[in-house]
């Protein structure tokens, strides 16, 4: 116990470990002066009932996170499991991620994509380090549930659940 060293995480092998967590997809949506932005994130869970947060943790890269920062309210649209069409386009930098995609603004404003499992509406609680990503605690204000669908999945590398071909 009282060794101090760190070994050295190969990202590849961690990638490659943490993809056997299935997670669901998520896409961050806003309506910005200039129209509705938004992005795609994997990385959401429940945070807390009391009270009501959820965690999301864009890339410090994203380029539209600092933008939705700024606007401080903002949705979470969780997908459907025929929507990785969505999930896709949302991914993509210096595109119009809104082209022909349908949607309703949340009594706050922000874009509820049509056909989502679910949304959650919500306004930036606070914000953490989180290595290449930032964590994002949000205070939901809104938000609804479709039990008629299911969601869509992110599991080694692929959308939906990847079966073993030797199992």
């Known amino acids: 116990m009282g060794d101090s060293r760190v070994e050295v995480i190969d990202p590849r092998v961690m990638r490659d470990v943490l993809g056997h967590f299935a997670s669901g ?4 949506t806003a309506d910005a002066d200039e129209g509705p932005i938004g992005f795609t ?13 959820v965690a999301l943790a864009p890339a410090r890269t994203s380029r539209t996170w600092p933008r939705l920062r700024d606007l401080g309210r903002f949705c979470v649209n ?6 990785a069409g969505l999930s896709s ?15 309703r603004p ?27 990503h930032t964590i994002v605690a949000a205070r939901v204000l809104d938000l609804a549930a479709d039990p008629q669908r299911r ?10 659940l990847v079966e073993d071909a030797g199992a």
């Open 25 to 28: 997809v998520t896409v961050v």
């Open 41 to 53: 994130c994997q990385s959401f869970s429940s945070l807390s009932l009391d009270p009501p947060l």
């Open 78 to 83: 969780v997908l459907a499991e025929d929507q």
């Open 89 to 103: 386009a949302f991914a993509r930098s210096g595109v119009d991620k809104f082209a022909g995609v349908s949607w």
């Open 106 to 132: 949340s009594r706050q404003g922000s874009p509820v994509l049509d056909g989502v499992v679910a949304w959650l509406d919500c306004t930036l609680w606070a914000e953490y380090d989180g290595g290449d």
């Open 151 to 160: 969601p869509l999945l992110f599991h080694r590398g692929r959308y939906g």
